[in-house]
């Protein structure tokens, strides 16, 4: 299903974990490969911008840290993030450059491309988020089905097979969540698209489109 792949999502240029991406196919696969990836840069991270600090975790120099925030690896912050007061980041996650991740935000098993605006009271767990999305206020990621079965994409009425019993959204590039939305197992929103406050979103929305509720997604153009 060409419209949940990676390259039709994201710019890799404006993420560290360019590389890593180049290497899948749809965005979901970063879950089992985040980890690894982190453990394999860290290391070689250039000593003069980044410095390490606790066990597998990589902090830019230039990067805003507050003492309250909770850091747990592995994990990277790129340079001119900032992770704000009583944050909690459970580990396997980047945190893209400029990125912010606010006050109370949790994070896990995930990746932030540069830029990224998680700031206030959100949840985001085994989700990608691309360049410049922003998730408003109360807005948080639902990872988990309540029956427990694997995850699956509807598009269209198709059911994509995702292998993953927890994934919880794919945002492209410039995607804004309005305050206190949820967005279900296996929601994926193309680039260039916004959702209004309050929404419940689920499976695919297409890119350059205004989500308003399930039956009524109308395009920009």
């Known amino acids: 299903m060409d419209v949940l792949k990676i390259s039709n999502l994201f710019d890799l240029n404006n993420t560290i974990a360019k590389e890593l991406l180049e290497r899948l196919e749809y965005p979901w696969e970063v879950f089992n490969t985040l980890e690894d990836f982190i453990m394999e840069i860290g ?48 580990g396997n996650a980047i945190v893209g450059k400029g990125a912010v991740v606010g006050n109370s935000t949790e994070l896990k098993c995930t990746l932030l491309f540069d830029k990224v605006q998680v700031p206030h009271y959100n949840y985001v767990g085994n989700s990608v988020l691309g360049f410049k999305s922003h998730m408003g206020a109360g807005s948080i990621t639902s990872n988990l089905k309540s029956d427990k079965s694997l995850v699956t994409v509807n598009v269209d009425g198709e059911k994509v097979e995702t292998g993953m019993k927890k994934f919880g959204a794919i945002l492209g590039d410039c995607v804004e969540v309005g305050c206190n939305s949820v967005m279900n197992p296996g929601t994926v929103i193309g680039k260039n698209t916004n959702v209004y406050p309050l929404s419940m979103v689920r499976g695919y929305v297409p890119e350059g489109s205004i989500y308003k509720n399930k039956n009524e997604i109308v395009s920009k153009i």
């Open 43 to 90: 290391p070689k991270l250039p000593k003069d911008k980044f410095e390490q600090k606790g066990d597998n975790i990589w902090i830019a120099k230039s990067a805003k840290v507050a003492p309250t925030a909770s850091l747990n690896g592995p994990l990277i912050i790129d340079e001119d993030a900032e992770v704000r007061h009583c944050a909690f980041v459970r």
